[in-house]
């Protein structure tokens, strides 16, 4: 049984380009996620490093 105006290879193709279009947004979603962590990472780092050169610099403990 074919439905009106649309042919059963028709309905396939849309099913598979949803199917494709489903995978990029999953995979574009990973790669979202793990540029945030990795930012997030250095950031956290950056803290890190200022809180230990801002506690250095005020009992003038600075090693170079």
Do not use: W
């Not at 649309?6 to 489903?22: E, P, Q, T, V, W």
């Amino acid at each position: 049984m074919i439905p009106a105006g649309r042919s059963i290879r028709h309905k396939n193709k849309n099913f598979y380009a949803a199917g494709l279009c489903r995978v990029f947004s999953f995979v574009r979603n990973i790669f979202i996620q793990m540029f945030v962590h990795k930012i997030s990472k250095k950031a956290q780092l950056l803290r890190t490093l200022d809180r230990h050169f801002e506690h250095a610099t005020t009992t003038d403990e600075v090693m170079l």
